[in-house]
């Protein structure tokens, strides 16, 4: 809720600062409000008045970078964020690790016969009782997407299913072809 509501505030600001611009200004309903296209923020006699001061300078630089480190690290967060880091193997002592099981996922789809190339990421915690797997695979040039599909079920998704019981395991499989890289061959399914 809080990140939609962030979301709504900056696209309402960025539509404010853009209704002062002309082009904008011109396509805007007749009702709408408008931000004066001779506002200024800041005049160059404040402007001048601040950078007479010693510190404002490098608290606006300061600023601006922490601004960009908390903005990466967020990032960073967002594209870890739902990473299965480990899986609880029956006890809680007993763990595997989330990488190593999505490598021996990978190798096990690479292996299927009319596949090229496979990345699997794991998706989901420890706690919850939801296992996902994304599988990108891309076809060698003999490779039949059903084919490939069935034995990925069968084969790779099958370790995984084993692995996580009794949590159910959900995976998205996305088929490329390496002879048409334009567009993607889709599917999903839910393996219990």
Sequence with gaps: MGHAVLAAALVGAGAALASATEPVRGRLPAGWPRLPADRVWLDEDALGRWRDRGWWTPLVIAALCLGVLL?????????????????????????????????????????????????????????????????TVTLASDGVPGAVLGALAREALAEVRGVAAPRGVEAEVRVASSRSRRGWLSGRGRVR
């Design 71 to 135: 903005f990466l690290w967020w990032a960073a967060g967002r594209l870890r964020a739902g990473r299965l880091r480990e899986l609880a193997l029956g006890r809680a002592d007993v763990t595997l690790s989330g990488a190593a099981l999505a490598s021996a996922v990978a190798e096990r789809a690479r292996a299927v016969r009319g596949v090229a190339d496979a990345r699997v990421v794991l998706l989901g915690r420890s706690a919850r009782l939801r296992v996902r797997v994304r599988v």
